[in-house]
Every structure is written in C-alpha cells, then in structure tokens.
T-cell receptor
Framework: DAGVTQSPTHLIKTRGQQVTLRCSPI?????VSWYQQVLGQGPQFIFQ???????GRGNFPDRFSARQFPNYSSELNVNALLLGDSALYLC??????????????FGPGTRLTVT | AQSVTQPDIHITVSEGASLELRCNYS??????LFWYVQSPGQGLQLLLK??????LVQGIKGFEAEFKRSQSSFNLRKPSVHWSDAAEYFC?????????????FGTGTQLKVEL
C-alpha cells in the first residue's frame, strides 16, 4: 500500500509570493493534519481536517489556510510568504480523529525555501 | 496546555551499547504518547505508541518505552544500539479526549552512534 504522499518535494519561493502544498493520505484514511518543522525543532501543528471539515488549528497566522477534498486529499496554502516560513511541511494521515485509530502516519514532507 | 520536554539535545552511544532517551510531558489527564524517528531529509516514522493498559510498550526496530504516570515520563529504550539507529527522535503527546488529532512534539534528541 502506498503511504502518505506529498508534492512537490522541494520548492523555492520569493518573499511575498503564495505557495500551495499537496498531500494524499493513505487509502482509507479520512483525517489529514499539517505540521511545520523548522530546522532544529520539532514539528508544530498547523491544521487538522476530518471529513472535509476543519477540526483543529494551531497558532499560525491567517496567511495559512487549508482544505480537504472529497477524496480526502488536502492542500495547504500560504500567502504573503516570509523568510520565517522556510521549513519542512509535513502531512500526516490517520484513519479517524480519535480512539485507537488515532495514530498518524507522516509523509516525506515538502521542503519550502523562501528567499 | 500540553507540552513535551526532551532534555537531551544530543546523545552519543557506542554501537552495541544500551540507549535511553528521556521524555517528560505535561497534560491534564492521561495522554496518548508516541515516539517517532526521523532520518535526515525524511518524514517521521512511528516507533511506538501508548494509549492505555500495559505501561511497557514494544515498538518496531527493537525499541520499547515505559509510561510512568507518577513521573510524567515516557522514556524510550533499546538494549543494543545499531549504527543504523543514528537519527533524530521525537516524543509526542496527543489528547486522549477531544481535541482532534493534534500532536505536540518535543524538540527532539539527535542520536549519534559510534562504531
């Protein structure tokens, strides 16, 4: 079975630009979460979506937005990029949003560099 | 608010030696606890998880962890380290009731294995 896939693998953008990152969860998984991992730190929670509804949002500005599609894939959008947005963006999928099926599986990430 | 502390930023062990990585958490109730491993340029791989029940949990690659409620700890152990275990290790806590799937990660422990 294919794991969580993310595209693109790497991305270089200029300050002020907008970026869209994509994620496809494991087949059958209905929940997708996004995390930002700045170099030298642990991942920070950005969003969680379940059945196309936002279920949680981390402490990130409104420049960050996301959505989930009927096939459970997801996009993360970041507007007005800042240098500080340079990071590895990780997508994680899980079967549901709670209970014993809680465990999340992570994709390889998208490395975003803002210059 | 939930939080995770990994007091050791870097740890170096000799191949074949035993390993213990420390993790302390702050959470109002019994949380869900996880250990993930991240190799350079890779996403996160789930090593093991604790939801409830037996406080000693076994994971993949010969790792185990013990949940100690009185100490708010969930330390990761391995009796004999292999050179391929060199990576960064993250402890994470998630809500056991409500709160969606948000994981809060520690800052990670970088493991170096000397041959």
């Amino acid at each position: 079975d294919a794991g969580v896939t993310q595209s693109p693998t790497h991305l270089i953008k200029t300050r002020g630009q907008q970026v869209t990152l994509r994620c496809s969860p494991i087949s059958g998984h209905k929940s997708v979460s996004w995390y930002q991992q700045v170099l030298g730190q642990g991942p920070q929670f950005i969003f969680q979506y379940y059945e196309k509804e936002e279920r949680g949002r981390g402490n990130f500005p409104d420049r960050f937005s996301a959505r989930q599609f009927p096939n459970y894939s997801s996009e993360l959008n970041v507007n007005a990029l800042l240098l500080g947005d340079s990071a590895l963006y990780l997508c994680a999928s899980s079967l549901t949003e709670g209970g014993s099926t809680y465990e999340q599986y992570f994709g390889p990430g998208t490395r975003l560099t803002v210059t | 608010a939930q939080s995770v502390t990994q007091p050791d930023i870097h740890i170096t062990v000799s191949e074949g030696a035993s390993l213990e990585l420390r993790c302390n958490y702050s959470y109002g109730a019994t949380p869900y606890l996880f250990w993930y491993v991240q190799s350079p340029g890779q996403g996160l791989q789930l090593l093991l998880k604790y939801f409830s029940g037996d406080t000693l949990v076994q994971g993949i690659k010969g790792f185990e962890a013990e949940f100690k409620r009185s100490q708010s700890s969930f330390n990761l152990r391995k009796p004999s380290v292999h050179w391929s275990d060199a990576a960064e290790y993250f402890c994470a806590v998630g809500p056991s009731k409500g709160g969606g799937n948000k994981l809060t990660f520690g800052t990670g422990t970088q493991l170096k294995v000397e041959l």
